[in-house]
């Protein structure tokens, strides 16, 4: 709709002339900022990626929080304390992206406690040994970073910038993940066999990170076009199978896949198709721990309840004081 103003007035600028600056920022790939003009569409879109992203960082914890208590030793579970601490601060600054946004945060953790936004699908398997650390760090995290790198480039400001730290730490867990399992395959037969069924029981669900196949994966097309998303899922698949070829092979173990080869003609490896069905059963709630991950985060905000009544009653009194 056009409203052409008399007075030529720039700040009453009509609705096309809004979309048009939006769409010249995005083909020119500035960046869009909180306080500029953005379709509804984006800023809802936006909104759901990056809480998805941060419920996923804030959920997990878990699978690797359950090792703390029973790290192997006092360097292992210092480590571990790191990494685990490290996700949840990439949890608060993605709130924090979502929350320029215009949404409230205390909202967003109620969708994620009462199951009505998702988060990744890999938090709800179990990490059943130690060597599940060590795999978590080395694919879970790599998968990770292969879907988030391109973020540092998304569109919207916030996020772009959040991203490029959350990388730098992510690149981190994932080597810590892999110095652990070499240890591990530098140790007895047990150990390196504990380390194989680890990546054996890994492989498929971190495949399954990169969310469905192309031709199943509606929204994709309008993320490309707004730049907050960068390549396709397979696209990302593909390249996270490539990379991890070669670090199985230098760490000495096998992916569950007799179809893994290389394939000279592409340039890239052939590999099998995880079983869509059991990804669809475990993002619709019935994954292994999707409702043991979903308690514990309520619980562990219903403990919590007494903090952010203790911090808000602090900074009234602190307000109070000041205006006294
Ligand atoms: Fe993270
Ligand atoms: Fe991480």
Same mark, same amino acid.
């Given at each position: 709709?056009t409203?052409?103003t008399p007075s030529?007035?720039p700040? #009453?600028a009509?609705a096309?002339a809004l979309?048009?600056h939006?769409?010249d920022?995005i ?5 869009i900022? @909180? ?6 569409? /984006?800023r ?5 990626q990056?809480a ?5 960082e804030?959920?997990g ?5 359950? !090792?703390?208590?029973r790290?192997?030793s006092?360097? %292992?579970? =210092? ?5 685990v601490?490290?996700?949840?601060g990439?949890g608060?600054?993605? /709130? =924090?992206?979502?929350?320029?946004l215009?949404?409230d945060r205390?909202?967003?953790t109620?969708q994620?406690i009462?199951?009505k936004?998702?988060?990744?699908s890999?938090?709800? /398997? @179990?990490?059943l040994t130690?060597a ?6 080395w ?12 973020l540092?480039r998304s =569109? ?7 991203m490029?730290r959350?990388?730098?730490e ?7 993940? /892999?110095?652990?399992?070499? =240890? ?5 037969q #047990?150990? %390196?066999?504990?380390?194989?069924e680890?990546?054996?029981? !890994? !492989?498929?669900p ?7 196949p192309?031709? %199943?994966s509606p929204?994709?097309?309008q993320s490309?076009q707004?730049k ?10 593909q390249?996270?199978?490539d990379?991890s070829v070669p670090?199985?092979?230098?760490l ?9 080869v290389?394939? #000279?003609?592409r ?8 079983d869509?069905?059991?990804f ?11 409702v043991? %991950?979903v ?10 309840? !007494?903090v952010?009544?203790?911090a808000?009653?602090?900074a009234?009194r ?7």
């Amino acid at each position: 709709m056009t409203t052409a103003t008399p007075s030529g007035d720039p700040l #009453a600028a009509d609705a096309s002339a809004l979309q048009q600056h939006f769409d010249d920022t995005i083909a020119s790939d500035q960046r869009i900022e @909180p306080r500029d003009w953005m379709p509804d569409g /984006y800023r809802k879109t936006l909104i759901r990626q990056i809480a998805q992203h941060a419920h996923s960082e804030i959920i997990g914890m878990q699978p690797e929080g359950n !090792w703390i208590t029973r790290a192997p030793s006092l360097r %292992r579970k =210092s480590i571990l304390l790191a990494k685990v601490q490290d996700e949840a601060g990439h949890g608060l600054y993605l /709130y =924090s992206a979502a929350e320029t946004l215009g949404a409230d945060r205390a909202d967003l953790t109620d969708q994620l406690i009462s199951g009505k936004q998702k988060y990744s699908s890999i938090f709800n /398997y @179990p990490s059943l040994t130690f060597a599940d650390v060590g795999v978590i760090g080395w694919l879970v995290d790599g998968a990770a970073i292969c879907n988030q790198v391109p973020l540092c480039r998304s =569109s919207f400001g916030p996020y772009g910038r959040a991203m490029i730290r959350v990388c730098k730490e992510e690149s981190f867990h994932q080597r810590q993940g /892999y110095e652990l399992l070499m =240890s591990m395959m530098r140790g007895t037969q #047990a150990q %390196r066999d504990m380390v194989q069924e680890a990546v054996d029981r !890994w !492989w498929w669900p971190a495949l399954m990170m990169f969310g469905p196949p192309d031709d %199943r994966s509606p929204n994709t097309e309008q993320s490309m076009q707004w730049k907050i998303k960068r390549h396709t899922n397979d696209e990302l698949r593909q390249r996270f199978v490539d990379m991890s070829v070669p670090q199985a092979k230098a760490l000495g173990v096998t992916f569950p896949d007799p179809a893994l080869v290389w394939n #000279a003609e592409r340039g890239h490896h052939d590999f099998d198709e995880p079983d869509w069905s059991e990804f669809m059963a475990v993002i619709g709630g019935n994954g292994a721990c999707n409702v043991e %991950r979903v308690a514990n985060r309520r619980a562990a905000h219903e403990e919590g309840e !007494w903090v952010r009544a203790a911090a808000v009653a602090f900074a009234n009194r602190q307000r109070e004081e000041a205006q006294s």
